[in-house]
């Protein structure tokens, strides 16, 4: 044994304080809310709890179910400590009879439910609160050192409920028939009736999150967490709740919660589910694999550089697939186990660290990574993200994947990122010019890239490139991403009419079979999809190069903007249809077919066209468009009006005109446009 100044002398420290000061916080915490740690039931204090039921539901009256012998005396202790409690009263019959069913709990104990699915759940509408999203609610506990659970006792039955519904929570037993005065288990929309509870008691707590029955607090040490226990504790004494002493945490290092473990470096998966993954055997059916994959997505947000192909597994999942596993599955089988190991981690959102989005895409996948910039510099991950491009954006040019890359980043993470500056990273450089937060949209986008530059202007970022070398965590989600698909990754256009041809002159299906026989036009489809060359040579391609950021690929056909590219093949015949009825050599280059950006042929060909060249002549400047007469009725008061709008004009001509008929839009053209009587 030595002294303390031994301890000094020897250069030797103290070590395990820390505990003895957890358990005097948690003791001393236990002694002074001894009521809100006791035995008995809790009543919350507030407004009881009234279900609104549909009455053009019929009540349903069941009958009680027969009980296993050897549960019946654990349900009979069960049914006489509710009834002790005051949460069953024994009632001769009711409009509304559930029969319980009775899980086993952990501890081998009985919780008695009812069937509330039979009966009163039908005529309930959904609760509309929000469940928390998981990686959600662990990134608002925000960062800590220190930590505590606190687990409500019988939760939902701390809840009174109303006469009315007492009566339709009744449920019937072996013993008859009892009403419930306090929320029950069962009932639908109960779990969104007891989180908006806890989340009104509690608010503007720092470092406390309520999940249903379970409290986290955390805090940067033991003082700042016992201030904030004490807190909680406080409101739930006001309220009338009550703890389950033997299952609540206080002062601890770490936390276990929902599948993850939370400690002072951050995020983690517990080590539980990272050996079920990695012992996972190799699934014989679709099931096995929907399921193993479906446990790895569980942790998403932890894939980072370790990931591996998964294309091939996801493969196996698609419909009329047939099953084949082979060396490619397994080996991305073994691969993609290792997505997850013991030392992934992740740190948590503060509000005080700027954020940055690092966005990459591949022929297969996006992947997107949200961290922090730490003080040292040093970037941390908050979360990973990544999916399988579907079908049709495999169709994408390497430009719209990496766009999509990035927006497909945003919306997964648009909780962190809406109403913050952030950086958003690519390794594409043309989308600095594109997508750039601070610079201009450009006037010649394809309409893909304009619906996306929309959607990022709500969004306040700088757009900032990085060699792809430097992308590896991104690069490698993109190229390994998980089998998760969007049921509609292109937002839907809003057509209000669609006026089209019953049979079109010429079909996308000859013009994509023309473009996969056009040399010029299959390489730069080729250089469209998997990426351009450093440098090109001119020539042929020299029209192509200009317009590189433009171009993307769709159904077999190359085009530029919301223009399909004709293939050589085809031009003749495309000209013959453009300068059918001779508008002339502008209205020609309306139409919505191009040649490769240059139109010798089409300015010789409408140049030795007399009857168009008269057309061009004839027609006024401001003519050399189309021009459409749109009736509007009742607008400003007027009762009648002609629109008229041309393809060059920046606005709308009104004209008053009844009544309305094919002479009246023919004056009022003339007057207002100087149009020639045809």
């Known amino acids: 044994l030595l002294g303390m100044g031994w301890f000094r002398a020897l250069g030797m420290g103290f070590t395990g304080v820390h505990q ?3 358990s005097s916080l948690k003791d001393s915490l236990l002694t002074e809310f001894q009521d809100v740690f006791g035995d008995t039931l809790g009543k919350y204090v507030g407004t009881p709890i009234s279900l609104n039921l549909d009455p053009n539901v019929a009540q349903i009256r069941l009958k009680a179910r027969r009980v296993p012998f050897a549960l019946k005396p654990k349900i009979d202790a069960e049914l006489d400590k509710l009834i002790k409690q005051g949460v069953l009263v024994p009632v001769d019959h009711a409009k509304w009879e559930t029969p319980i069913v009775t899980p086993v709990k952990s501890d ?6 009812a069937d509330y699915k039979c009966t009163i759940n039908k005529a309930l509408q959904p609760s509309a609160y929000p469940v928390p999203i998981v990686h959600h609610l662990l990134h608002s506990l925000g960062p800590g050192k220190f930590f505590a659970k606190l687990d409500l006792a019988q939760a939902y039955q701390q809840l009174p409920v109303d006469d009315a519904t007492a009566e339709a929570q009744t449920i019937v037993t072996h013993r008859g028939a009892f009403k419930c005065t306090r929320l029950q288990f069962g009932v639908s929309v109960a779990p969104g009736l007891f989180q908006s509870t806890m989340e009104r008691l509690l608010q503007g707590l720092p470092g406390v999150v309520p999940y249903f029955d379970d409290v986290l607090v955390s805090a940067q040490d033991e003082r700042q967490l016992g201030d904030r226990v004490r807190n909680v504790l406080s409101r739930f004494r006001e309220a009338g709740l009550r703890l389950k002493k033997n299952k609540c945490m206080i002062a601890v290092p ?5 599948g993850y473990r939370v400690d002072g470096t951050g995020i983690h998966p517990t080590e539980s ?20 994959l479906g446990l790895l997505n569980f942790y998403s947000m932890f894939l980072k550089d370790k990931a591996t192909v998964a294309d091939p597994l996801h493969k196996l999942l698609g419909k009329n697939v ?3 596993w082979g060396k490619p599955q397994a080996a991305a089988f073994e691969t993609v186990k290792r997505l997850l190991s013991e030392d992934s981690f992740l740190i948590q959102y503060n509000a005080a660290l700027p954020l940055v989005l690092v966005c990459d895409a591949s022929p297969v996948g996006v992947g997107a990574l949200l961290g922090h910039r730490l003080p040292n510099g040093l970037e941390a991950p908050i979360a990973f993200y990544s999916r399988t491009l579907s079908s049709a954006e495999r169709n994408y040019s390497q430009l719209d994947r990496e766009a999509l890359a990035a927006i497909a ?11 913050r500056q952030f950086e958003l990273v690519t390794d594409h450089r043309p989308l600095l010019g594109l997508l750039a937060g601070d610079r201009p949209t450009p006037a010649a986008l394809s309409p893909r890239l304009t619906r996306w530059a929309i959607f990022l202007s709500a969004y306040s970022y700088q757009l900032v490139h990085r060699p792809g070398r430097t992308l590896g965590h991104a690069d490698a ?10 049921t509609n990754p292109t937002p839907e256009a809003s057509v209000l009419l669609l006026d089209t041809l019953t049979l079109g002159p010429i079909s996308s299906a000859e013009v994509a079979k023309a473009s996969a026989r056009d040399p010029i036009i299959h390489t730069v489809m080729g250089w469209v999809l998997k990426g351009w060359p450093v440098k090109v040579d001119g020539g042929d391609y020299q029209g192509f190069v200009n317009k590189r950021n433009e171009l993307f690929t769709q159904g077999g056909c190359l085009l530029w903007g919301d223009r399909v590219v004709v293939p050589t093949k085809l031009r003749t015949r495309v000209l013959e249809l453009l300068h059918d009825g001779h508008p002339g050599i502008s209205v020609a280059s309306l139409k919505r077919s191009h040649f490769p950006f240059l139109y010798p042929e089409s300015s010789k060909e409408s140049g030795e066209c007399r009857i168009m060249a008269l057309t061009i002549t004839f027609l006024s400047p401001s003519l050399r468009s189309l021009v459409h007469c749109v009736e509007c009725q009742g607008w400003h008061g007027l009762n009648e009006l002609i629109l008229l709008e041309g393809h060059l004009f920046n606005k709308f001509s009104a004209v008053p005109s009844p009544p ?3 002479k009246a839009a023919v004056k009022c053209s003339q007057i207002r446009l100087d149009l020639p009587v045809w």
């Open 322 to 324: 047939p099953w084949v």
């Open 273 to 292: 589910k990272v050996r079920a993954i990695k012992s996972a055997p190799a699934p014989k059916t679709k099931a096995e694999l929907q399921a193993f």
């Open 477 to 486: 989600l993109s190229r390994c991403p998980l089998p998760d698909l969007l």
């Open 660 to 662: 309305l008929d094919a």
């Open 409 to 419: 980043g945003v919306k997964k993470f648009h909780e962190y990122l809406f109403g």
């Open 254 to 258: 770490s936390i276990e919660f929902l």
């Open 108 to 113: 081998g104990s009985i919780r008695i439910c």
């Open 20 to 22: 003895m000061l957890k």
